[in-house]
């Protein structure tokens, strides 16, 4: 049976995003299949080149994307948990079997999951065990292309040349024009800088009846033709419940349980200001993805749970 491997890249910068990569090779190794290693032993061009091919030719690989918000919300440790769970949700959409998943470094990121006892660490894995050099691989070349497409938007800190980490021209910068939307304002120097301070009693949308409701909507969209790229997408100011892709178009949904009907459906609550964030979060969303949805037509949509978690209504409303 095949292994999945996983690596991540992306703890240390002051901007970015955190992203994991998972990787099932083919079970008999072609030839560039020897050419992987350690992404950071290999040169820009030939990782790039590996990474194209493994895109094309591995059964199945996945990235987990956790953004600096979520970084800043979670703290890297749990962000780093978040961003291995993702990248193997990618992978199992894929449906192919594994038998061993191998975790770069020495902890089990999948600790507390039904995979956890499928899961070795090893330090150094990304140089020793193929499929682990893959997702690193896949994961340094997402990210970079990533932190060029940053540089763009924000051409006053150079990500495109040092991808977020701190070298002195990046902090040299962030002292003359302050900071951005991709620094991790928990990290530092940012967060003396900035006095950051993590709110403790954030509250995370794992309620029973929000839960049910939005895997309602998600079996709901997905029966129409829907995959599901990402639930509970936070910024600072908002979270996206839901957020599809069908046919072209990236639908942000917005899905709202009521345990009864009494005071009126639960699309009344989506009003100018809630409409008004949405589309905030959306556009944060395709910021942050740009390069993987920069394609799609975005939409704003809401759905309706009654109290028997039945989607009774789901519309588009911008």
Same mark, same amino acid.
Request: one cysteine or more; proline letters at 3%.
């Given at each position: ?31 560039? /299949? ?27 690989t996945?990235?987990g ?28 959409k ?7 998943i ?6 089990? &990121?999948?600790?507390? =999951? ?6 070795? =660490? ?44 701190? $070298? $002195? ?32 009693? /954030?509250?995370?949308? $794992? ?25 509970? &997408?936070? $910024? ?7 957020i ?8 942000f =949904?917005?899905?709202? =349980? ?45 759905a ?15």
């Open positions: 049976m095949a292994i999945l491997g996983i690596d991540e890249v992306g703890r240390g910068p002051l901007a970015g995003p955190l992203v994991v990569g998972a990787v099932i090779l083919p079970e008999n190794w072609p030839d560039w /299949v020897t050419e992987l290693r350690d992404s950071k032993k290999l040169s820009a061009k030939k990782r790039n080149y590996l990474s194209e091919i493994i895109e094309k030719e591995a059964p199945a996945g990235l994307w956790v953004s600096p918000i979520e970084i800043d919300e979670l703290g890297i440790s749990d962000a780093l948990k978040l961003a291995t769970r993702r990248a193997v949700e990618e992978v199992r894929r449906s192919v079997s594994f038998s061993q191998v975790i770069d470094g020495k902890v089990n &990121f999948l600790e507390g =999951t039904s995979l956890a006892n499928y899961v070795s =660490t090893a330090i150094k894995a990304d140089d020793l065990i193929k499929e682990v050099s893959a997702a690193s691989i896949i994961a340094k070349v997402a990210r970079d292309n990533y932190m060029v497409e940053a540089g763009k938007l924000y051409p006053k800190y150079g990500f495109e040349k040092h991808v977020g980490y701190g $070298t $002195t021209k990046h902090i040299a910068a962030i002292n003359e024009y302050g900071i951005c939307e991709e620094h991790r304002k928990s990290f530092e120097p940012i967060k003396s800088l900035i006095g950051f301070v993590r709110d403790k009693n /954030v509250v995370k949308n $794992t309620t029973s009846i929000g839960a049910k409701g939005e895997d309602a909507v998600c079996e709901y969209l997905v029966q129409q033709g829907h995959i599901i790229v990402a639930r509970n &997408f936070k $910024t600072y100011f908002y979270e996206i419940d839901i599809s892709v069908c046919d072209g178009k990236i639908y =949904t917005e899905v709202k =349980t009521r345990r009864n009907n009494l005071h009126g459906g639960g699309l009344l609550a989506i009003d100018a200001k809630k409409l008004k964030q949405m589309k905030y979060a959306a556009e944060c969303f395709l910021k942050y993805y740009k390069f993987k949805f920069g394609g799609f037509d975005p939409l704003l949509a809401a309706s749970v009654n109290g028997d978690y039945q989607v009774s209504d789901w519309l588009i409303i911008h």
